[in-house]
């Protein structure tokens, strides 16, 4: 299971779909509790697609290129 990761630039986390940095203080996307587990989202279209195949983006099956 993949672990969004913070980065060294502060609170950020990486969006488990697009990949992009995400603010973790003021998440554009919002986040979602899976197994335990908070992820942040730059935009609703990224939290909405992992809400629906968090498996998918988890085990890398799935990515969404921005």
């Not at 779909?17 to 973790?24: A, I, L, Q």
């Not at 554009?28 to 909405?48: K, L």
Request: aromatic fraction near 10%; hydrophobic fraction near 25%.
């Amino acid at each position: 299971m993949r672990i969004p990761l913070l980065s060294r630039k502060g609170q950020t986390a990486t969006d488990p779909v697009c990949g992009m940095d995400v603010d973790t203080k003021n998440p554009s996307g919002g986040t979602w509790e899976h197994e335990g587990v908070q992820y942040y989202f730059c935009g609703p279209g990224c939290n909405r697609a992992f809400q629906k195949e968090p498996e998918a983006y988890l085990s890398g099956e799935k990515r969404m290129e921005m």
